[in-house]
């Protein structure tokens, strides 16, 4: 970790932060109404979190998923959810789609990581995980670039 000064972002320019905050509500809202389990939400906030190595919202999103009643065995092995029986095929589905759109530098989406997700999500929940994982990539980039703290 380093010490080194940054500009606070959100503090800096507050209103793009609230535009950002407001377009997390938003895709929220949309990934609940698609009828994704607001469990999955947080996990798939977690999941970006971890590939994007973002303590701050990892810490975050973590709280929030085990304050709404997730499993704490589930938090535990997200990042090898593959091999585990703790997710559901619309779970492995979200979160497959998930780690594809936030190592896009990795060849992109490709098509057979969006048509795993499209075969067992709606096109509702592709678009709404879609979003979720895209303003949490926004929301991971402004923790790590203002360097928020985790202590």
């Known amino acids: 970790m380093t010490t080194t000064q940054r500009v606070d ?3 800096q320019q507050p209103n793009a932060y609230k535009a950002l905050l407001t ?3 938003e895709a929220e809202n949309n990934a609940v109404s698609a009828g994704l389990d607001p469990l999955l939400v947080e996990l798939l906030r977690i999941r970006t979190s971890q590939i994007n190595g973002c303590a701050f919202c990892l810490r975050l999103h973590t709280r929030d998923a085990l304050k709404k009643g ?3 065995d589930r938090v ?6 593959r091999e ?3 997710f559901s095929a619309a ?8 780690e594809a759109i936030t190592l896009v530098a990795d060849g992109h989406v490709r098509d057979t990581d969006y048509a795993d997700a499209a ?6 929940q592709v678009a709404a995980v879609s979003w979720i994982v895209t303003v949490m990539n ?3 980039r402004v923790a790590i670039t203002s360097r928020y703290t985790v202590a």
Request: proline letters at 6%.
């Open 9 to 11: 972002m959100g503090k």
């Open 23 to 25: 377009l997390s509500a």
């Open 70 to 72: 997730e499993n704490p």
């Open 76 to 81: 535990a092995v997200l990042p090898a959810w």
């Open 84 to 86: 585990t029986g703790y």
């Open 91 to 98: 779970d492995r589905a979200a979160l497959g789609l998930a």
């Open 119 to 124: 075969a067992v999500l709606t096109d509702d």
């Open 138 to 140: 926004a929301f991971n």
